[in-house]
């Protein structure tokens, strides 16, 4: 019983895509797209969006970005539990600070 009460699952993560108008240059993000992932984790969050994202089949019909690459920014908001944003090196997601987005 306790752990059914104790149990996340599956949360409804807020995720803003910021991309630069032409790939691979590091300053003058922009946001491109928000919506709300699924996921169990904030890891489980960045693999599910750079699959969503990177694959014809599955981008929301209304996206206008590219493809998630090199460079590209990814902005978690947990509401009360805090705003975490990700970039997208050669080696997968690394944590930055908000101020890179300037």
Not at 18 to 41: C, L, M, W
Not at 42 to 54: D, G, I, M, P, V
């Amino acid at each position: 019983m306790i752990k059914a009460l104790t149990r996340r699952g599956n949360m409804q993560y807020d995720v803003t895509i910021f991309q630069t108008p032409r790939q691979r240059e590091k300053k003058g993000h922009q946001q491109v797209y928000r919506i709300n992932i699924p996921a169990d984790s904030r890891k489980h969050c960045l693999e599910e969006t750079f699959s969503r994202f990177n694959v014809t089949d599955r981008i929301p019909v209304n996206y206008k970005g590219r493809f998630l690459s090199t460079g590209d920014i990814i902005l978690i908001d947990e509401g009360r539990g805090g705003q975490y944003y990700y970039q997208l090196k050669p080696g997968g997601w690394v944590p930055i600070n908000r101020i890179t987005l300037l």
